[in-house]
């Protein structure tokens, strides 16, 4: 058994970036059954489920088993432009690919570990046998640097599950290990757009490339997938289709998640689809750390924020230590800072909007290798955010499974708010006190 070439540029054509990355399964499979099926093993993806700026893991039947292959390793990562960082993962990317699968599959997991530390998978959420459970010294030893180990379990429930290394657990999550792990109802389920992303956080200092592990809760970067806005993909859909969100959490934060112009069901956990009479109406559900949520709702034309509602969740990196400057009078002082740091600006008197202006405009910098706060241009203006936030975008032109970027919303005439006085004493309005 043999991974011929041919099979190789089939996973590849799959349209996966990082595909070439992964090794020649049988070279690095220890006493793999024999492939009796008469067609060669190519390797497909499920590719039902749109891993937000991620992708999904081609696989290959083995004798009714379906087989994957993860590698832990380590790469340099790209939050957004201007921001890079030596991170670990899954096949070149953090989040690893989305692992997708059908509830009845039988599926064999090869991990490799590249790591120059001991590594395990566990597959969270997941009901299997213990010693499949993948806690390093508890239900198996730890994979060693150049080992790989193989998982073999039945897919007995469906739902949106994660992956992450329970070994080291601190350190391998803090640098990007995880993944997602989509198992499909065996009887199906309609929705027209299927969405997924991991929420997390990562500890990169300003001017610095590789991220913090000691770091519990002031963190730097607030991340879909392990990218920040304005580099997250938008969520594309068209005027009246089914739209699904997986979102699973696993940063060191719980996170309410808010969407504008619809109101959502929440259709799914941990515990898979639920009941129709379990769903519940909401505008915005909190993530726990460890769990995940469905949410779906039908979609409105329009641009609509999606973001996290801890607002310094959708912030990029600031300095934690920062004096508060709102309200104070810092024209003097600037001056004088200015004689020993040309070019010093004072900034936050009256709030930190003006912030995104300077970033923008190039004379004000910050280190290097680092974003600004706020950032994003939408066509009135600066959207003043980052981290934890990007636009679902419906149109009445989509077409069945285009998720390229329709541009701005073009709002029908009249339905757009709109200044009426530049006067401060316009109009009566009614004022306590006065
Ligand atoms: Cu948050």
Request: hydrophobic share 35%.
């Amino acid at each position: 058994m043999s991974l011929s070439r041919r099979n190789l540029l089939l996973g590849a054509s799959a349209g996966l970036a990082g595909a070439a990355a992964l090794p020649a399964l049988a070279q690095s499979a220890p006493a793999a059954p024999v492939a009796t099926d008469a067609a060669p093993p190519a390797r497909r993806a499920h590719g039902k489920v749109r891993t937000l700026n991620g992708w999904s893991l081609p696989y290959r039947m083995n004798n009714g088993v379906k087989e994957f292959h993860l590698v832990a390793e380590e790469f340099e990562h790209e939050f957004a432009p201007g921001s890079k960082a030596t991170c670990w993962g899954y096949n070149g990317t953090t989040p690893g690919p989305t692992i997708e699968a059908v509830e009845g599959d039988r599926v064999r997991i090869y991990v490799t570990n590249r790591l120059k530390e001991p590594t395990t998978i566990h597959w969270h959420g997941l009901i299997l046998p213990s010693g499949m459970d993948g806690v390093g010294g508890l239900s198996q030893p730890q994979i060693q640097p150049g080992e790989t180990f193989a998982y073999e379990f039945d897919l007995v429930q469906h739902g949106t599950h994660m992956y992450h290394p329970h070994a080291d657990e601190m350190v391998q999550l803090a640098m990007g290990m995880m993944g997602l792990f989509i198992i499909h109802p065996k009887a199906g389920d309609h929705v027209d757009r299927d969405f997924a992303l991991i929420l997390h956080n990562f500890a990169l200092h300003p001017g610095t490339y590789r991220p913090d592990p000691a770091v519990m809760q002031e963190f730097d970067l607030w991340t879909f997938n392990s990218k920040v806005f304005p580099a997250i993909e938008p969520m594309v859909a068209r005027t009246g289709e089914r739209v699904r969100i997986r979102v699973g959490n696993l940063s060191m934060w719980n996170h309410p998640i808010h969407l504008h112009g619809v109101q959502f069901e929440v259709t799914g956990s941990d515990g898979g689809r639920w009941p129709e009479s379990r769903w519940r109406r909401e505008v915005t559900e909190i993530i726990g750390v460890g769990q995940m949520r469905d949410i779906e709702f039908t979609a409105v034309p329009g641009d609509w924020a999606f973001h996290c509602h801890m607002s310094h969740h959708t912030m990029g990196p600031m300095g934690h230590d920062l004096p508060n400057t709102l309200g104070v009078d810092q024209s003097g002082v600037e001056q004088k800072i200015r004689r020993m740091l040309p070019g010093y600006m004072a900034m936050g008197q009256h709030g930190m909007a003006e912030h995104q202006h300077h970033t923008d405009s190039g004379h004000m910098k910050g280190p290097e290798n680092t974003l600004a706060m706020m950032a994003g241009k939408g066509p009135f203006g600066n959207i003043e955010m980052g981290g934890m936030f990007t636009v679902v975008k419906v149109r009445d032109d989509v077409r069945p499974g285009d998720f390229s970027d329709p541009g701005w919303y073009r709002n029908p005439p009249g339905t757009v708010a709109k200044r009426v006085s530049s006067d401060p004493d316009f109009g009566a309005p009614v004022r306590r006190g006065s």
